[in-house]
């Protein structure tokens, strides 16, 4: 049976946790996949979710954020899609608990993967983090009962400069992978694609 640690001894997971890994994403120019190698025994796992040499390597500043935040969403649940005016902002995305269906969709006009977008699984048992630059828009949907979703921002919020664009825009075509359950009244009068890309100009 494995014991408790002494108070200023490491664990056996923080002694064999590995650096994680960077991934490009080909559909969406500038997006990164942070994938870390949970280690798992009979307790449960220990995982590193961020890594600020790791973030340097993959030209990120550590210290560029201003702002975390976290949603939990129940099982059908369309938060998105959305994106900001003005300055815009970056984030990193990760599933913290549960599972979600989450998408990145490029709305910055001078990018050459412009109206692509990309999904991913996120889940909480990989924590594997999405970094999303500023122009993309970002939504998902929730798999599990429960999904916990944590957000890092370089901008503090404002709500003036939000525009959200229709989840279910046929120009997008994007297959969640669930029937949509509850929607903000903000996502259920959500911009077009087009209206969009107009509102960001």
């Known amino acids: ?77 369309v938060r998105g899609l959305h994106v900001r005016r003005g300055l815009g902002e970056t984030k990193l995305v990760r599933c913290s608990y549960g599972a979600v269906f989450d998408v990145i969709v490029d709305l910055r006009p001078s990018s050459p993967t412009y109206r692509n977008w990309e999904s991913f699984e996120l889940e909480g048992d990989g924590q594997m983090s999405v970094y999303i630059p500023n122009g993309c828009a970002h939504g998902f949907q929730a798999l599990t009962s429960v999904a916990d979703v944590s957000y890092r921002i370089d901008r503090p919020h404002d709500p003036s400069e939000d525009v959200a664009v229709r989840f279910d825009d046929p120009a997008l075509a994007i297959p969640w992978p669930l029937p949509v359950g509850i ?8 911009l077009s694609l087009e209206d969009a890309l107009a509102a960001l100009r």
């Open 1 to 77: 049976m494995l014991q408790s640690p002494t108070y200023g001894e490491s664990t056996d997971h923080e002694r064999e946790v590995t650096a994680m890994k960077v991934h490009q994403v080909e559909r969406v120019a500038g997006v990164l996949v942070f994938e870390p190698a949970p280690v798992v025994d009979d307790r449960g796992f220990f995982c590193r979710t961020f890594d600020a040499a790791v973030a340097c390597e993959a030209g990120i500043a550590p210290n560029g954020f201003a702002q975390d935040s976290v949603s939990r969403s129940l099982r059908g649940v």
């Open 183 to 190: 929607v903000s009244r903000r996502d259920q009068h959500a």
